[in-house]
Every structure is written in structure tokens, then in C-alpha cells.
């Protein structure tokens, strides 16, 4: 089973930052299947990017995803409040669908 | 306008089984490359994928929890049934049902949609 590893495990920043949030598969993955979810605590997990860096619908612009292999980077441009939740990546290519732990992004 | 929500009991004994109902509207599970996807989060815990069903029928589980699982479906009722044998403490979690389109020709793909989930405590 592929394991993803996602860092930091929080992250404290402010309104206006740009956020950098890491997920590192345990070997090689095809970005055609890395996805990237967000989620508000007491709420069910929203869909933000998949194949890596293609937005889901509604998804704003300052959120953007890149990466290959074993190394992939969500980046959020310029944080807004409502972006202040717990991100986490998702590797689906295959039965052995996994998630990543998890990274919190609070208000510094 | 594509809805899901789970339903099913909210506390459980071990060694109980469980049964739980994603009833879902905005979408058909006869329409190809339409899949229901069953997940759970243990609390303050990571996600985990669970099983999936398909518009052909086709099912997928976890390895690690197969024996336990069984996914069907009622396209007339527009439900997805999970059920997962031999419950224990460490099973307690909010239980999620989400939808899935098949992204390409792998035949897998996101969760694009999600119900609010349902908790279920397993205690005696």
C-alpha cells in the first residue's frame, strides 16, 4: 500500500499568505491520480484538485496543485478565511485508494 | 443538484453488524461511470476508503477489511447499501458516502460530491 506523507502537520498563517502544503508518496505515483481535498472540521471533505493540478468545479484560481512521483505541493496564493481547514491528499489510481494524514492550516 | 446522506444506527455492540443506507438524488447509478464510494474518519483521524460500487455492478473493496464488507445497490430506490460484519471499538467513526465519476480508462477517479456522514459508536 502506497503511504502519503503530508507536511507540516500544521501550518499557522495569515490572512493574505500564500500556503505551501506537501504530500510525498511512499514510491512513484502517476500525478493522473493525486487528488486534494479540503475539509472544515464537523463537515464532510470537498473535492479541490485532482490529476494533480486540475481544479474541481467551483474550486477558486489562487488554489493551484503541481508535482510528480513522489513529491506534490498544494498552494493557496493568497489565504482567505474560509481557507483556514485541514487539507489532505489522496493517491486513487488503483484498489488501494489512500489518503495522506493530513495538514492543518490554523490562523497565526 | 446531486445529494447524498447516510443513515444507519448510531451506536453498535461488538461483534454486531452493521448496516448502513446512502440515499442519494441528482444522479443514476445506471449511467455509465457513475460509482458510490463508501469511507469513513475515525474522530481527529485521516480519512479511509472503505468500498465502491459501480454502474455495471462492479464492486471494490479494502483489502484489508474485504472479509467484513458487502456493497450493493437499488438503482429504483437510488441507494447504496454497506455492510460491515463483526464491528469493534476501533470501527467507531463518522461514516461517509460520496460520488464518483471514473476519471478515464483506469476506471477510477474522485469524490466529487460527499453526504454529511453519519457516526457510528461501537461500545457495550
Known amino acids: 500500500e502506497i503511504v502519503l506523507t503530508q507536511s507540516p502537520g500544521t501550518l499557522s498563517l495569515s490572512p493574505g499568505e500564500r500556503a505551501t502544503l506537501s504530500c510525498r508518496p511512499s514510491q512513484s505515483v502517476s500525478s493522473s491520480y493525486l487528488a486534494w481535498y479540503q475539509q472544515i472540521p464537523g463537515q464532510a471533505p470537498r473535492l479541490l484538485m485532482y490529476?494533480?493540478?486540475v481544479r474541481a468545479t467551483g474550486i477558486p484560481d489562487r488554489f493551484s496543485g503541481t508535482g510528480s512521483g513522489t513529491d506534490f505541493t498544494l498552494t493557496i496564493s493568497r489565504l482567505e478565511p474560509e481557507d483556514f481547514a485541514v487539507y489532505y491528499c489522496?493517491?486513487?489510481?488503483?484498489?488501494?485508494?489512500?489518503f495522506g494524514q493530513g495538514t492543518r492550516l490554523e490562523i497565526k | 443538484q446531486v445529494t447524498l446522506k447516510e443513515s444507519g444506527p448510531a451506536l453498535v455492540k461488538p461483534t454486531q453488524t452493521v448496516t448502513l443506507t446512502c440515499t442519494f438524488s441528482?444522479?443514476?447509478?445506471?449511467?455509465?461511470?457513475?460509482?458510490v464510494s463508501w469511507l469513513r474518519q475515525p474522530p481527529g483521524k485521516a480519512l479511509e476508503w472503505l468500498a465502491r460500487?459501480?454502474?455495471?455492478?462492479?464492486?471494490h473493496y479494502r483489502t484489508s477489511l474485504r472479509t467484513r464488507l458487502t456493497i450493493s445497490k437499488d438503482t429504483f430506490k437510488n441507494q447504496v447499501v454497506l455492510t460491515m460484519t463483526n464491528m469493534d471499538p476501533v470501527d467507531t467513526a463518522t461514516y461517509f458516502c460520496?460520488?464518483?465519476?471514473?476519471?478515464?480508462?483506469?476506471?477510477?477517479?474522485?469524490?466529487?460530491?460527499w453526504g454529511p456522514g453519519t457516526l457510528v459508536t461501537v461500545s457495550s
Open positions: 460500487i459501480d454502474w455495471d455492478d462492479e464492486k
Open positions: 489522496q493517491h486513487y489510481g488503483s484498489s488501494a485508494i489512500t
Open positions: 460520496a460520488r464518483v465519476i471514473t476519471q478515464d480508462a483506469s476506471g477510477w477517479g474522485t469524490a466529487d460530491f
Open positions: 441528482g444522479f443514476s447509478l445506471t449511467t455509465s461511470e457513475m460509482c
Open positions: 490529476a494533480t493540478s
